[in-house]
């Protein structure tokens, strides 16, 4: 769940605000636009390609649905999968959530797709959750997002608050990000933001932070005139006490954000903004000159000299035609994804759904970073951690990074309400075992 | 300054320090630009400290590159180099330019925020005697900011050597700041520091008042104490000039915004969705000039917002008549099918840009006049807030200016009041109509130019600002350019003030709330006005 969504949320947003609109924009948005490759009879395997390609998600969703055709291409050129072409099959959803699941049953039933790669925001995700429960398929979800859930179906491939939020306020705390004592959780208004910042709020209670040190704000998706809350920063920044932002800002948002924090002077020396939704590709529309230093958490950057990731650049460049075209952390998300779902299928020795998801697990994949990925019982993925900072060219230079892979957590461990929670299909066979009450099915 | 006794004490303090010094001067730049090829933090910190007391000319020069992220090092030739803008590398110690193939293992000497902050604080000591005076007041802030008594002795002989006055405040100030903090200071002079930051007054003194270290003696507490709450009291009555300003700010916005739509809208009565758009087609347009400028005039970038205002302004007008002349004048008294058609036309139009520039976001740079801040008395004014709010008054100027003097206007006016009567005096109604249109998308496409400096170039951009242009213009009264102006100030500055105690999402919905209840009171808002409008 992560940039750019906040487009899509506004348009929402707008259209609950507009009233009388709402049926003209539901008959505008909702025109389907389906591109199908014609299907050569049944020697293809059919992959759903499951990405908005208009409307206001297309800015982040566009990529990842060409980089899934560039993995399935050279799968292609090495042969094939199983003795069989794999086939692309890319639906468009408009970003319009009403249409997510219609799309996802028309993928799985009538394309007869045997696995699903998409999804950017969690509502998306979650509204084709019933679609992929029911017709028993699988979806791989490649973002980062705010975790508290285990579905058997969907394997998440993006980081959970564990892989990204947590180690990144590890790093603040640390010697090196400038021993933090003071927090200013600034997000966006929705569920991913407001769940994060539950967890990180629970962490540093426990770290020993007290509730007058800690600053929770939110603001409207798309929200452009950040004065009043970059002053506010810089108020609640001058108590004599080390402060850092921790910024769940999505999309858009984050360019006036940074602007205004760089006009009113707020270097990552005296406050630095780490960014969980901030990627290279938010970056190219921005001057990133007053914003150095300021920081980013993922577990993929670009600018990582592995040749696993110059090898990735390299091929996606050609792909796309286009050598300033940037690389990001859910493209890598993708990349481990698919080809752990092609691991997955030698081993099973057929596409169905069912053997698939038992085969899974354990599948272990190289990752773009030097390190080795694998697919846990409860469907994440193990990824490292990397905190980046800002450069002038708009790339990420890694400053620190956590020493082994960290797995996944689908329930953290930090919420009430999740902090018995355990997901296991190897051997519970649960999303949702709860370790207490030694059932499965949640609190 | 007010104590000469302090002075005297410092300076024995700074002196102390100094002899301190001379016996780790002993390493050499060199050994100490060797930490920098460990490509480590913890050495290159260690590289920093041992730079800056080196006492080597070269050091600022150093520090200034490692800071730019301009210092290379070669691990396996164990050197350091400076490389220029142009690529070119210089020997870091000697100066020298460096002959023969580059080195294969170069890489540049990174840095993180902790790196940042100590070679800001030891470039702030190795500035302070710069001839710059610019560079001096940053060396000042920066010791201000870093209170390293190290620097005491080179802010000592600075101060006495300073001619300019806001330089040598500054430097009284960080000097201040070391005496506060330092643990063996006499409380005479820590009382006369406090004294100092006092007068200073704004955010940063707070911090270090608010930072003194345990077991500074209770009259210097007390002091700092009454000194922090004169602070807070001065600032808190700025916040409401802050907010003032913001408000002006945010007003300014939404005039630029809403004034085409007051046109379309307001004096014609079209229920124009697409407006939004018009803004966003601007904006594009400014994109590119600026890419067009940056390829074939690089040195007239300062001017690129000057070119964009009439091209934005003649490109968005041209495509507002060509949708009068192709769809809206077929639907005239027809506002419910008019709203549908505009609604569709704003997301074709959308959908045409995402497919021409591509759905990301697009880089429009603020030219330099733009770029930054000042501070004015405990407020900082960003430079362009301050020109749009001045863009925002010389378009709204100009615009009552053109309806009121000039034969366009005249006739305008004319058909808006009374359409049969304007049409019987000989005025062609209907080119009227579709030059009105164009005039309002002209407009709005201004906006968009002053609206790329500030918000995203992207295909959303319309769809921010069509609902809160909408919101002025009803406020103020449709079809009164007057209403629109004072709607705009008042939504913004109203917003202004809430936000800081509500938050950013209930402020809002607490405006359109008090919205709903004004017009409730007074359904043709603040200005009403007799017309077609009111007809229709």
């Given amino acids: 769940m992560s940039s750019s969504s906040k487009n899509s949320h506004r348009s929402n947003a707008t259209i609950s605000r507009r009233g009388l609109l709402v049926g003209a924009s539901g008959l505008a948005l909702g025109l389907p636009l389906a591109a199908t490759v014609p299907a050569r009879a049944d020697e293809t395997i059919k992959i759903g390609i499951l990405h908005s390609l208009s409307g206001t998600m297309a800015i982040s969703e566009t990529t990842l649905k060409d980089v899934m055709l560039m993995l399935i291409d050279a799968q292609n050129k090495k042969g094939g999968l199983l003795g069989k072409k794999l086939e692309p099959v890319v639906v468009d959803h408009a970003s319009n959530w009403p249409l997510f699941a219609e799309k996802a049953r028309e993928l799985i039933s009538k394309d007869k797709v045997s696995v699903v790669f998409g999804c950017w925001t969690s509502v998306s995700r979650k509204s084709v959750l019933p679609v992929f429960k029911e017709l028993d398929s699988i979806l791989f979800y490649p973002v980062q997002f705010e975790g508290e859930e285990g579905e058997r179906n969907v394997f998440y491939t993006g980081a959970a608050p564990n892989q990204q939020a947590i180690p990144a306020v590890d790093y603040l705390m640390s010697a090196d990000g400038g021993l933090v004592k003071r927090w200013v959780l600034e997000g966006t208004d929705y569920v991913y933001p407001r769940t994060t910042n539950k967890i990180l709020e629970a962490y540093l209670k426990q770290k020993g932070v007290v509730d007058a040190d800690i600053m929770i704000n939110y603001t409207p998706f798309g929200f452009s005139d950040w004065q009043t809350e970059v002053s506010k920063i810089k108020a609640f920044g001058s108590a004599g006490k080390k402060t850092a932002v921790v910024s769940t800002i999505n999309g858009d948002a984050n360019v006036p954000f940074y602007k205004e924090l760089g006009n009113q002077g707020i270097k990552a020396t005296d406050i630095p903004v780490v960014a969980f939704s901030v990627g290279e590709e938010e970056l190219a529309g921005l001057d990133t000159k007053p914003l150095v230093g300021h920081l980013a958490a993922w577990n993929y950057f670009e600018s990582i000299k592995t040749p696993a990731n110059t090898a990735f650049i390299k091929e996606w460049h050609d792909f796309i035609g286009n050598p300033k075209r940037t690389t990001n952390d859910p493209m890598e998300a993708h990349y481990i994804g698919f080809n752990m779902w092609v691991k997955a299928v030698q081993k099973a020795g057929t596409t169905d759904p069912d053997k698939v998801i038992s085969a899974l697990p354990g599948t272990k994949q190289a990752n773009l970073s030097g390190g080795v990925s694998e697919m846990l019982p409860n469907h994440y993925i193990t990824k490292p951690v990397f905190i980046g900072e800002i450069r002038p060219d708009g790339q990420f230079n890694v400053v620190w990074k956590t020493k082994d892979l960290v797995p996944g957590a689908a329930w953290s461990p930090y919420l009430p309400g999740s902090k018995d929670l355990v997901a296991d299909w190897v051997n519970l066979k649960c999303g949702n075992y709860n370790t207490v009450t030694k059932t499965c099915g949640g609190t | ?536």
């Fill in chain 2, 1 to 536: 300054m007010r104590c000469s006794r302090a002075w005297l004490v410092a300076l024995l303090f700074g002196l102390s320090l100094l002899l301190g010094q001379t016996a780790t001067r002993a390493s050499t730049i060199n050994d100490a630009i060797a930490h920098f090829t460990a490509d480590d933090f913890d050495e290159t910190g260690a590289g920093i400290s041992e730079v800056a007391a080196s006492g080597s000319p070269r050091a600022a020069v150093i520090l200034q590159a490692l800071q730019n992220g301009q210092l290379m090092f070669s691990a396996e030739r164990k050197a350091v180099y400076v490389q220029d803008d142009a690529g070119k590398l210089w020997d870091a110690v000697t100066g020298d330019a460096v002959g023969g193939d580059p080195p294969a293992d170069l890489d540049t000497v990174n840095i993180n925020n902790r790196l940042r902050s100590a070679i800001d604080a030891a470039l702030g000591g190795l500035t302070l005697l710069s001839a710059d005076p610019a560079k001096r007041l940053d060396a000042a802030e920066a010791v201000f900011k870093s209170r390293q008594a190290s620097a005491l002795p080179t802010l000592e002989a600075a101060f006495a050597k300073e001619q300019d006055g806001r330089i040598k405040y500054v430097l009284a100030q960080a000097r201040a700041a070391i005496v506060l903090t330092s643990p063996d200071a006499a409380t005479a002079d820590k009382l006369a520091a406090v004294e100092i930051i006092r007068q200073r007054g704004d955010q940063d003194a707070l911090a270090l008042l608010l930072s003194l270290p345990d077991g500074t003696a209770v009259p210097v507490m007390r002091a700092a104490n009454a000194a922090i709450a004169a602070i807070q009291q001065r600032l808190a009555l700025w916040d409401a000039v802050q907010n003032a300003w913001y408000g002006l700010s945010l007003g300014s916005v939404l005039l630029l915004a809403a004034i085409g739509l007051a046109i379309t809208f307001g004096v014609m009565g079209v229920i124009n969705m697409a407006h939004g758009e018009m803004v966003m087609v601007g904006a594009y347009v400014t994109f590119l000039v600026q890419n067009a400028i940056r390829g074939y005039a690089p040195n007239l970038f300062d001017y690129s917002l000057a070119i964009s205002v009439p091209s934005a302004f003649i490109a968005a007008g041209l495509i507002g008549i060509l949708i009068e002349r192709c769809i809206i004048r077929f639907l005239y008294g027809r506002p419910l099918e008019t709203l549908l058609a505009t609604w569709g036309l704003s997301l074709i139009l959308q959908q045409a840009v995402r497919t021409i520039f591509g759905p990301n976001n697009r880089e429009v740079g603020n030219p330099s006049f733009m770029s930054g801040a000042f501070d004015v008395g405990g407020i900082t004014v960003t430079y362009n807030r301050l020109w749009i709010i001045c863009f925002a008054l010389a378009v709204f100027v100009a615009l009552l200016g053109l309806l009121r003097f000039t034969r366009f206007g005249l006739e305008m006016r004319a058909v808006t009041q009374n359409r049969a009567m304007a049409a019987s005096m000989g005025i062609r109604t209907s080119r009227i109509d579709a030059l009105t249109f164009g005039l309002g998308s002209g407009i709005a496409g201004i906006a968009g130019v002053a609206l790329s400096q500030i918000d995203n170039v992207s295909p959303n951009l319309g769809q921010g600002y069509i609902i809160d242009s909408f919101m002025v213009v009803v406020f103020g009264g449709v079809g009164n350019l007057w209403g629109t102006f004072v709607g705009a100030f008042v939504l913004g500055i109203a917003n202004k003030f809430l936000e800081p105690y509500a938050g950013a999402v209930l402020g809002k919905i607490a405006i359109l709330v008090l919205i709903i209840l004004f017009i409730q009171k007074r359904p043709r808002g603040l200005f009403a006005l007799k017309g077609r409008a009111v007809e229709a």
